[in-house]
């Protein structure tokens, strides 16, 4: 699939459901953009809430990515590379 901009592309990835095959796209970029940057917001917090949650008890930084990974595949959400 090809979009026009990389915003486009990423509201496509992320509004893509389980046997779903149209996506309805704002027309404005504006629009566009505030949504990706509302959903990455609320990614990354749900990534640290998770993460701090399976670093407390087991206390590895690793351990603890890869259960925070493996709830987001679950969940069919995208993983963000925490920063």
Do not use: W
């Not at 699939?1 to 996506?23: D, F, G, P, T």
């Not at 351990?63 to 925490?82: G, S």
Request: glycine share 2%; with cysteine.
């Amino acid at each position: 699939m090809v979009a026009a901009s990389e915003e486009r592309a990423k509201y496509i990835v992320y509004a893509q459901k389980k046997n779903e095959l149209l996506i309805r796209m704002p027309k404005s970029e504006i629009v566009i953009k505030k949504a990706i940057q509302e959903y990455e917001i609320y990614l990354r917090q749900l990534q640290e809430k998770l993460y701090t949650a399976f670093m407390e008890p087991c206390g590895d930084r690793v351990t603890a990515e890869n259960l925070t990974r493996q709830i987001f595949e679950e969940l069919d959400l995208p993983y963000l590379i925490m920063e």
